[in-house]
């Protein structure tokens, strides 16, 4: 019996998926990441009665389902996605979900599938083994194997909020701004209802949580129809037709060019990435990207002390050494803005290029970690931190971008997935950015010794940099410009 349309798709879709974290991550690291969550979830499972025996079992409840809709919010921004692919160009890249263009189907069910796909796809590679580590460890906490599969389902159906949530909003960002404000005024008043007004608890928000204020399965159907009726809702909103965007913007290349003549050809390649950056629209979305995680974590110790009265602080340093450490997200965001296949036929090689986008990429860094270190150190009131803080941010943005130059080059995107260049990155960058944070939490107990290992660590690192950054160009020299590179 031949198998519908849609299953076609789907099965379609499930190996393009498949491919497509192998291409990211490799072979080896594809099947690997699935027993990572299942050995780190069953490390925290047996060490839960140690870690979280002092907390109020809700709170946990809370933290375990305000992930999975957080998890579920960074899958489903789907609509934003099936624009780019429908309108954009992706190097030599041809997604399944761009059928549209050249079969009679129309675009609205395929976006169905792609979402049905999302949900089973990371529902399997993810949050099955999350659960199956939790249950390693459950019966050493006196937690029977039953409630470990409510908890699964309950964390499943917070994953499909989020999902339902991105979706919809996306899909909203395409369709109308209006609309995209309305919907997150609602989003915001919904929240503040739950904290700070207190109007609501958060099981009466979040669906799948208040099932375990009673045990009352009446909040799982309506956790269900809630999030098939955001999935449909945003279905529905999505564009049959889409056109590729037009902008028109005045002449930028020449003025700028001027101001870094001094430079040479490194200046002309500079102002080349600057104009990319400004007209492409993407330097707020570069700027969001580096200093969104931090502001993240900083909400999260902010709600957690305040609003939940679990105690956890961290310095302006620890900030400090972390805004170092998320550089690379600025470099891969760099790395992302345009095809350099066309190059190859141009008087440059991938050395100019990824030394330009080192100089682009110091500019943007120094200056927005600048701000945000100082921010912080006005907020927490730790202004005589402030030296310590910003040698953490410098020290670690300078090593942080010569390393991954060094191993990933224009293709960081790609690269940066394979599991032997993740291991080199990680076994370069991470013990310095250890040591940095450990400095941090020695600060209130031994000032002088945390001073002491900072501006050792700091300095061993700039040096280090140095000859890292002047290898760069025998590293890539012999390299051509293509969309993905085998590392």
Same mark, same amino acid.
């Given at each position: ?7 076609? /798709? ?20 594809? @099947? ?17 009665? %140690? ?8 709170? !946990?409840?809370?933290?375990? @389902? ?25 190097? &030599? !890249? ?35 083994? %999350? ?6 460890? +459950? ?32 899909? *909203? @960002? ?25 109007? %609501?608890?958060?099981? #009466? ?10 045990? #009352? ?17 945003? /279905? ?11 902008? *028109? ?7 700028? %060019? ?23 629209? +993407? ?9 969104? =995680? ?35 997200? !600025? ?14 036929? &141009? ?15 110091? *500019? ?53 997935? #394979? ?31 945390? +001073? ?26 012999? @390299? ?6 085998? =590392?």
């Amino acid at each position: 019996m031949p198998l519908g349309p849609e299953l076609l /798709i789907f099965k379609s879709m499930m190996r393009e998926e498949w491919r497509l974290h192998k291409s990211f991550q490799g072979a080896i690291g594809s @099947h690997v990441f699935p027993a990572v969550i299942f050995a780190f979830s069953a490390f925290l499972s047996l060490s839960a009665p %140690l870690i979280l025996g002092n907390i109020e079992a809700l709170r !946990v409840l809370l933290l375990i @389902h305000l992930g999975a809709l957080g998890y579920g919010l960074f899958v489903g921004a789907m609509g934003y996605i099936g624009e780019q692919v429908m309108t954009r160009r992706l190097g &030599q !890249v041809n997604m399944v979900l761009g059928i549209p263009r050249l079969l009679p189907v129309s675009f609205r069910r395929v976006m169905a599938v792609f979402y049905v796909k999302d949900a089973v796809y990371y529902v399997l590679y993810s949050i099955i083994p %999350l659960v199956l580590g939790a249950a390693v460890g +459950a019966p050493l906490a006196g937690v029977s194997l039953l409630t470990v599969g409510r908890l699964g389902l309950t964390a499943f159906l917070a994953f499909m909020t989020g999902m339902g949530v991105s979706f919809l909003l996306s899909a *909203a @960002h395409i369709r109308s701004r209006t609309l995209l404000g309305s919907l997150m005024l609602l989003l915001g008043c919904s929240v503040a209802s739950v904290w700070p007004l207190g109007a %609501l608890r958060a099981g #009466d928000l979040l669906l799948p949580l208040g099932y375990w204020y009673g045990r #009352d399965s009446l909040y799982l159907l309506s956790s269900a129809a809630v999030a098939l009726l955001l999935s449909a809702a945003g /279905i529905l909103l999505m564009r049959e037709r889409f056109e590729a965007p037009q902008r *028109a913007s005045v002449e930028m290349f020449a003025p700028v %060019l001027g101001r870094l003549s001094s430079l040479g050809d490194l200046g002309a390649l500079l102002a080349k990435e600057w104009v990319e950056l400004r007209r492409g629209g +993407a330097l707020g979305p570069v700027v969001a990207g580096y200093i969104a =995680p931090l502001v993240v974590i900083y909400a999260m110790v902010w709600l957690l002390g305040e609003g939940l009265g679990v105690l956890i602080y961290f310095n302006v340093v620890f900030y400090g050494g972390f805004v170092g450490f998320l550089g690379v997200t !600025v470099y891969s965001w760099i790395n992302n803005l345009e095809c350099n296949e066309f190059l190859n036929v &141009q008087p440059v090689g991938v050395d100019d290029v990824v030394r330009a986008k080192l100089v682009l990429y110091f *500019a943007l860094t120094f200056s927005v970690s600048t701000c945000y270190v100082v921010g912080i150190g006005f907020l927490n009131g730790e202004l005589g931190l402030l030296g310590l803080a910003l040698l953490a941010s410098f020290s670690n943005t300078v090593y942080v971008g010569a390393v991954t130059s060094r191993l990933t080059g224009l293709w960081t995107n790609t690269m940066l997935f #394979d599991a032997k260049v993740l291991s080199k990155f990680a076994a370069c960058v991470v013990p310095p950015l250890v040591a940095v944070l450990v400095a941090s939490f020695m600060i209130g107990s031994a000032p002088s010794a945390a +001073a002491a290992l900072l501006i050792g660590v700091s300095a061993a690192i700039l040096i280090a940099s140095l000859p890292i950054l002047r290898s760069l160009r025998s590293k890539w020299s012999g @390299h051509r410009f293509s969309f993905a590179n085998n =590392p």
